[in-house]
């Protein structure tokens, strides 16, 4: 079923994915169709809809545009079978729509309206909750100047409108009235004429506690109804003002439903061991105390409540004010009383406390929670121990942060050691809670990798992943900023530091989260009491030891990018040029280091930053971390000056996007590059900058055959004025712009380049001219084991050197040519090799490929779901940006694994040898015969067998003796290989069945190829 969406940009989508509605105009038609909601659209309505001034061709237009919709709608309806979804009705076009956004919100807020009305507020909550979460945008957000999308457009702004103010309506029956502010308050300042709002806004502000505000409120919105409509409130505004100037009964909240407690995560140990205490204080009959220790966020309190709704014991919580040595809140009278004697006050607080605690006890075992010990007074700490020492169940639990133990409760807790309490300390959550925890609060699967960050930057403290969890909205980038929630909590722990500390931080700050002490010490300069200060942020728990070499370094990360980002950008770059001198004389090899922090004080630094740059993005490529190398690159180009400094910049950084799979601006950038060697004249320096694009090169037909001309002119002629190893990297590159070439000036490139290489006992030269070798393998048909034999070389070359993209080729060449000799075990056993090494070095175009080759896997099986498994394979190759794979291979798929054998769909570059098989199927042979007559020869590369056996079966059909002969002469080398599957990705049967004369359709290997299973 399509899915589709209108509150928002117009989408549909299946259960495949995201539907490519192509443009403008295709999007309008459906958009109007779904305006109609299932009516018949006429086409003149279309045409009249889709422009002011209608064109000629109108009409067929509108055809080509259905046309479109439909095979996007449904990309499995057979040919010739009836549209399901988009239909022709007289006089014109309906669409069959189940599955519409804006229809489910219109009912969910139909039903809100009863489920208020019945009292059902928190299942309304949810259903608007969830109704209100399908907006993207403004309704037909691309069409809200058209008159025929205008009214539809004005009818679920409404109906949003009204849904917001039911919101709020379940939010005040739940009790929730200072939920119910945060979102009225924005709603009423945008329509501020609307009444309704303004009242439930007031309502809200008046049971949230804040009458001022409510009243400030009445005073605003009469004013702009005097000054804008000249008129007073209404009758319901004016009564509402009444009632809260009388404080009428009927406008308290009702009593809110006790809620759930947090989830807890990764803390069952330590629940186990609370509620083996509390076992022990039934089995006894005696006090039990339970100290539980940790930093902010740390989940102290969440555990407490957890404790609380295990035993569902009578609980009495106290809890300590946001300020030191004040007396715990707890639900009997207070020992402040002024002007008492203090210790006759401390008499009656136990008293009280004894007489509370004996009379719930009564009743049961008693839990009794102190939570934030470190900001209690001494009294409550003196009460705390007293009420251990009395015979009765109850299990006292108290919370402290470990890093904020004032005098008071360093006493105490030395007098608790007596009673033997449970101590528990909460750390960080692994990263597996982490994950864990941040899907619960997220309501939305996260992955590994997210995961990962969010545990690596929150240290796994619970409160700081959940605010990034919050914050985290599908964009990784989200998670590098810092919460405003988590931002408050450090400023307010870090104020308590000295001054002399709190400035050591921010300059540790500067230098990442390890900090290496003598970098810091140059920075901070003579005279700064530095190791005081890093045990005062030791104590505060900022920092621990457990960084490289036991050195220190931040907590949390969040903690650090605090400080950092608190800094002025002037005292930021200063600080950054001093770390960098510091660097420079006492770690002089570390250039990620250094580029880091000359990049950053900017300024006279940019040729320092680019040189460190550069040097430290080539390291990242010897140690096969692309990324890493993509990120420094760009730093180095970022502070290049112009000329050949720039240009390393450019071609190193267009390498390292190519291998990451940023295919797009890698040939942007090996464009300019050229670009700027020609105009300088430098046939040395054009060498140079063609031959510094060693990436490596799987399929054999180029992305961009007009930058592959340009290149290829440009390498010829810089060819004269290079030798040896140089001479070997521009005849590699050469080859490989030459891929597909008949002409056999390719393959005398890339054997020359074998050569040179193989000479200069350069792994990575050697690595790169058998890619160039591998793409001239195809001077005749059947060399998959030639190919083979150059994968296995080249896996092996560059497994013994730490070549990790060349490694990965050679194994995607092994899965190739075992795909094409009908080794699929062996093909099997290559792409997971190459799968693998992909997750280890984060390269993403590898599982693009791999997944062809799992598509693929199904169709040589005779799986039914291979023409879905292709297309999906389709969808992750068409987002990598590889035309010169992608154009017309999901067409040709299809037809490989098409019941009929015949062709339908947009063959792109294979067209012409799939086109006498089109003109039979349409029952037009001497158009058929001509197009077999003017097939043009197949390039040379991993179709070659495909194609030749596409022009065979035709040639069988139009019963052409002479053409079959010849066909089958070029196919004879590949007998025993299935035709095609050397790509990795599509085969058109086994050679044999053509070469035999008994083809049938193109999947016909399902059943006769021995070696498929």
Same mark, same amino acid.
């Given at each position: 079923m399509v899915a589709f969406g209108v509150l928002g940009p117009v989408r549909a989508e299946t259960a495949l994915g995201p539907v490519a509605l192509k443009g403008p105009r295709h999007r309008a038609v459906l958009a109007r169709l779904l305006i109609a909601r299932g009516r018949v659209v006429p086409v003149d309505t279309l045409i009249d809809d889709l422009w002011e001034e209608p064109p000629p061709g109108a009409v067929g237009a509108i055809r080509t545009f259905v046309a479109d919709l439909r095979r996007a709608l449904e990309p499995d309806r057979p040919p010739r079978q009836p549209a399901r979804v988009l239909i022709t009705a007289a006089p014109g076009y309906a669409l069959q729509a189940e599955d519409v956004d804006a229809w489910r919100f219109e009912t969910a807020v139909d039903e809100s309206a009863d489920l208020l009305a019945t009292g059902q507020a928190k299942a309304a909550l949810a259903g608007l909750d969830e109704a209100l979460a399908r907006w993207r945008g403004p309704a037909y957000a691309e069409w809200a100047d058209r008159h025929w999308a205008r009214a539809e457009i004005d009818r679920l702004d409404e109906l949003r409108i009204l849904a917001v103010e039911r919101r709020a309506e379940a939010l005040l029956g739940l009790g929730r009235a200072a939920?119910?502010?945060?979102?009225?308050?924005?709603?009423?300042?945008?329509?501020?004429?609307?009444?309704?709002?303004?009242?439930?806004?007031?309502? $809200?502000?008046?049971?949230?506690?804040?009458?001022?505000?409510?009243?400030? %409120?009445?005073?605003?919105?009469?004013?702009?109804?005097?000054?804008?409509?000249?008129?007073?409130?209404?009758?319901?505004?004016?009564?509402?003002?009444?009632?809260?100037?009388?404080?009428?009964?009927?406008?308290? *909240?009702?009593?809110?439903?006790?809620?759930?407690?947090?989830?807890?995560?990764?803390?069952?140990?330590?629940?186990?061991?609370?509620?083996?205490?509390?076992?022990?204080?039934?089995?006894?009959?005696?006090?039990?105390?339970?100290?539980?220790?940790?930093?902010?966020?740390?989940?102290?309190?969440?555990?407490?409540?957890?404790?609380?709704h295990r035993l569902g014991w009578t609980v009495v919580w106290g809890h300590a004010p946001e300020y030191d040595g004040a007396p715990v809140a707890w639900p009997w009278p207070s020992a402040d009383q002024p002007g008492g004697d203090p210790a006759t006050a401390r008499f009656r607080l136990r008293q009280a406390a004894v007489a509370r605690v004996t009379a719930l006890a009564a009743g049961g075992p008693v839990l009794l929670v102190a939570d934030d010990l470190h900001r209690a007074d001494e009294a409550t700490l003196d009460l705390l121990a007293a009420l251990t020492a009395e015979p009765w169940p109850l299990l006292v639990l108290g919370t402290f942060r470990a890093t904020e133990i004032s005098p008071a409760l360093t006493a105490a807790l030395a007098r608790f050691a007596r009673a033997e309490p449970v101590r528990i300390q909460l750390g960080g959550l692994d990263e597996a809670a982490t994950g864990a925890l941040a899907r619960t609060v997220s309501g939305r699967e996260i992955d590994a990798p997210t995961a990962r960050l969010i545990h690596r930057r929150s240290g796994g403290n619970p409160f700081f992943v959940r605010e990034l %969890?919050?914050?985290?909205?599908?964009?990784?980038?989200?998670?590098?900023?810092?919460?405003?929630?988590?931002?408050?909590?450090?400023?307010?722990?870090?104020?308590?530091?000295?001054? *002399?500390?709190?400035?050591?931080?921010?300059?540790? $700050?500067?230098?990442?989260?390890?900090?290496?002490?003598?970098?810091?010490?140059?920075? $901070?300069?003579?005279?700064? *009491?530095?190791?005081?200060?890093?045990?005062?942020?030791?104590?505060?728990?900022?920092?621990?030891?457990?960084?490289?070499?036991?050195?220190?370094?931040?907590?949390?990360?969040?903690?650090?990018?605090?400080?950092?980002?608190?800094?002025?950008?002037?005292?930021?770059?200063?600080w950054h040029a001093r770390a960098a001198s510091a660097l420079e004389r006492l770690r002089p090899d570390d250039v990620a280091a250094l580029a880091h922090h000359f990049g950053l004080a900017g300024g006279s630094t940019a040729p320092q930053a680019a040189r460190y740059a550069r040097a430290a993005a080539e390291l990242a490529e010897r140690g096969s971390r692309p990324h890493d190398a993509a990120r420094l690159w760009r730093q180095a180009l970022d502070s290049a000056a112009a000329g050949r400094q720039r240009l390393a910049a450019v071609m190193g950084l267009g390498r390292a996007l190519a291998v990451t799979g940023h295919l797009h601006e890698a040939r942007q950038l090996r464009d300019e590059a050229i670009t700027t060697a020609e105009q300088l004249d430098d046939p040395e320096l054009t060498a140079e900058v063609l031959a510094a694009f060693v990436v490596p090169a799987t399929w054999t037909r180029n992305d961009d055959e007009v930058l592959s001309a340009r290149i290829v002119a440009a390498a010829e002629h810089a060819l004269p004025a290079v030798r040896g190893a140089q001479r070997s990297r521009l005849l590699s590159t050469l080859a490989l712009e030459l891929r597909g070439d008949r002409t056999g000036r390719g393959d005398r490139a890339a054997r020359e380049a074998e050569a040179l290489a193989r000479e200069d006992g350069d792994p990575v030269l050697l690595a790169f001219a058998l890619n160039a070798r591998f793409m001239h393998t195809f001077r005749r048909t059947g060399l998959a084991r030639e190919r083979a034999a150059i994968g296995a070389e080249l896996a092996e070359v560059a497994a013994k050197h730490d070549l990790a993209t060349f490694e990965v080729l050679g194994r995607l060449i092994l899965m190739q040519a075992h795909s094409a000799l009908g080794d699929l075990a062996a093909a099997d056993a290559h792409a997971a090799a190459a799968d693998q090494l992909a997750d280890r070095y984060d390269l993403p175009v590898v599982g693009v490929l791999t997944t062809w080759y799992a598509a693929l896997r199904l169709a040589v099986t005779g799986d039914p779901g291979a023409a879905r498994a292709y297309r999906e394979a389709d969808g992750r190759l068409a987002a990598e940006d590889m035309p010169g794979m992608a154009d017309g291979l999901l067409a040709l798929a299809l037809l490989s694994v098409a019941a009929d054998g015949w062709a339908d769909g947009d063959f792109g570059p294979y067209e012409p040898w799939v086109r006498p098989l089109i003109l039979i199927s349409r029952g037009r042979p001497v158009e058929a015969a001509e197009a077999l007559r003017q097939a043009p020869e197949s390039p040379h590369d991993l179709l070659r067998e495909a194609r030749l056996c596409l022009l065979a079966r035709a040639a069988e059909h139009l019963d052409d003796k002479i053409i079959l002969a010849e066909l089958r002469e070029q196919l004879s080398p590949a007998a025993g290989e299935l035709a095609g599957a050397g790509t990795g990705a599509v085969t058109l049967g086994p050679v044999d069945d053509h070469l035999s004369g008994q083809p049938g359709p193109p999947n016909s290997h399902r059943r006769t190829h021995p070696t498929s299973q």
């Open positions: 939920d119910a502010v945060s979102g009225l308050q924005a709603h009423a300042e945008s329509h501020p004429l609307r009444e309704d709002a303004w009242h439930l806004l007031i309502t $809200a502000l008046y049971r949230a506690g804040r009458q001022a505000d409510a009243l400030a %409120a009445l005073r605003r919105v009469r004013d702009t109804l005097v000054d804008e409509l000249g008129v007073d409130p209404g009758p319901r505004l004016r009564q509402l003002e009444t009632d809260i100037l009388g404080q009428a009964a009927h406008l308290n *909240p009702p009593a809110a439903p006790r809620p759930e407690p947090p989830p807890l995560i990764g803390r069952d140990d330590e629940l186990d061991r609370l509620l083996q205490a509390a076992g022990q204080v039934v089995s006894d009959g005696r006090p039990q105390l339970a100290l539980v220790s940790g930093d902010a966020g740390a989940g102290k309190t969440t555990l407490a409540e957890a404790l609380q %969890a919050r914050l985290h909205e599908g964009d990784g980038d989200a998670l590098q900023q810092v919460p405003a929630g988590v931002r408050d909590v450090i400023r307010h722990r870090l104020a308590r530091l000295p001054d *002399p500390a709190q400035t050591v931080l921010q300059q540790a $700050a500067v230098l990442g989260q390890d900090i290496d002490p003598e970098v810091l010490a140059a920075l $901070a300069g003579p005279g700064t *009491p530095l190791l005081d200060a890093l045990d005062a942020a030791l104590r505060a728990g900022f920092l621990t030891e457990d960084g490289p070499g036991g050195q220190p370094r931040f907590t949390h990360l969040l903690v650090r990018d605090t400080l950092y980002d608190d800094l002025s950008a002037l005292r930021r770059a200063h």
